[in-house]
């Protein structure tokens, strides 16, 4: 049920938002998914942490970023990043995270995003809620478990992550549209055992690409993959998941066929450049998580594909 | 009054969403002047034209086009492009118009534009309800009156454009917020004497400059730059204006510096790449008319400046 909204075939690519929308508005906020619901985008990527009251609150980083972060005067934040485990909810929301700082790495990397005041860290509960409301019935929400590497060997902490988030799902009946994503398997594991009625996601980057500016690297919180015997497909297959989300660098069409051999179904990220897009739609993802969705309309659109309708 | 949403100055250079924000939301479209307003952006530009029932109307050619418009079974529309002011609201509304057709010439100038359904041509009524909101307290309008080259010797038409457009403005008290906008002197002319109380604006591109692909040409109702034997902001200042609106390619500092000193204010339109930007903040233009205003706040904020606030 879930997984009808990630999967392609018989002209249709699914489109992902990524973090909402995050090439046009402020990522990860409210603000971003409601104008990416407005323009049609019926699935969302977004990042799930706790704050140290355990409210699981929707932001990338571990560490509210010194290029995305202002205080309540208008200003960017200084000195260490702090780390949203350590604030309450009202505390992380005192902060303002509307807009990219132009003069930081990050800030260059998304030149078009609006600037915007008032934006607040959301809870995870605020976008669930959007998601219950009638007009977005057919939203489906692709939650990404973001593991703290300081506490990636804590089964504990891993076991009451899971269970918070998906009691927070469950309360509001939407395990039917909700796939749990992540870079650690061992968190992948502990969706499983939970919340087996919700299908699981499993984010790779191999080691050969450099991380993204500005933001958490995966790579010390995903599996060993040079120890790996057998390919990615296959492994996350034996794994138990039901999508593998490779980056966009690691997609070959070779691959994507043995995925959809094994019965999964592949949505590449973050896929922007128009090049890139063209090149995940010729090596036959069944969905693109992307940045600019009006962009991604667009070229599918020209080759006579769709992202909503019933797949293959 | 209304001039004090469009005068720069003093850490201050205006934003104006071009058809409320044509790079990412489509055009002339509620959706789109709503995203613009919720990005913080608090002056829009926007065009209008009567239909056969004479209610004005937000779309920027006097012809629907093929480029940009669907019937209600989703097709691009065929064969002959309809005349807003052969048809009723009504069949004005039963098109689409909430996409660019990517094969056509102007759907490949905006590559971002999100693609979306049941948008439809708003009446002017709309978006001036819209700026009635409470949360839009703030928000100025720059309405342009499209003049028909067929109808450009008619002075009763123009009278009659003029008192309708007016008419609908002072039902919802608006004046105070609103500029009247054209590249038709004759049209402003009209303007003026109808409703002095609303600024005039003059738009101005020079001949040399080429029209912009799939847009109805200003050239056939503009004046005739050739003849003037003043510079093109005495012509404005003397032709009774308060506002001159260059092209981007047409905008000098010298220009400017002269039009200031003749008491004008100058927003240059359409400003979108970021190169053309940052030279209309050099030139010291009061206001930037652009498709792309999350890239016009960019480049504001990296300068120190802002959209918002009092101007000298």
Redesign the interface.
């Known amino acids: 049920m879930q997984l009808s909204g990630f999967r392609g075939g018989n002209g249709i690519v699914r489109l992902i938002g990524h973090r909402g929308a995050r090439?046009?508005?402020p990522e990860n906020a409210m603000?971003g998914f409601r104008?990416a619901t407005?323009?049609?985008v019926v699935a969302l990527e977004f990042d799930v942490v706790l704050t140290r009251d355990r409210i699981p609150v929707i932001t990338h980083n571990h560490h509210l970023s010194r290029a995305a972060t202002r205080t309540a005067d208008g200003n960017w934040i200084k000195g260490e990043e702090p780390k949203v485990a350590d604030l309450t909810l009202a505390q992380v929301q005192e902060l303002e995270v509307g807009?990219?700082d132009?003069?930081s790495v990050y800030?260059k990397r998304f030149?078009?995003?609006?600037?915007?005041?008032k934006v607040r860290v959301p809870r995870l509960a605020d976008l669930l809620d959007l998601a219950r409301r009638p007009e977005n019935s057919g939203l489906h929400l692709l939650l990404e478990l973001k593991s703290d590497p300081e506490m990636k060997d804590d089964a504990s902490e891993r076991s009451d992550v899971v269970a918070i988030v998906v009691a927070e799902i469950r309360a509001r009946g939407l395990e039917p549209r909700t796939v749990l994503h992540s870079f650690d398997w061992d968190m992948l594991d502990e969706c499983r055992a939970q919340a087996p009625e919700m299908p699981t996601s499993y984010l790779s980057k191999l080691p050969e690409n450099t991380d993204d500016p500005g933001e958490d690297s995966s790579k010390s919180v995903g599996p060993d993959f040079a120890a790996m015997t057998v390919s990615l497909p296959r492994a996350v297959r034996d794994a138990g998941g039901q999508i593998w989300c490779p980056h966009v660098h690691d997609v070959t069409s070779a691959l994507v066929a043995e995925a959809h051999s094994l019965g999964l179904l592949v949505c590449s990220w973050t896929v922007n450049e128009?090049a890139d897009i063209e090149a995940m739609i010729d090596a036959g993802v069944d969905g693109i998580v992307s940045d600019?969705?009006?962009?991604v309309?667009?070229c599918l659109?020209?080759r006579g594909l769709n992202w909503i309708g019933s797949a293959g």
Chains 1, 2 share one sequence.
Not at 292 to 295: D, F, S
């Open positions: 090439g046009v508005m603000e104008f407005g323009i049609g807009g990219l132009g003069g800030g030149v078009d995003q609006a600037f915007m005041n128009a600019y969705p009006g962009r309309q667009r659109l020209n």
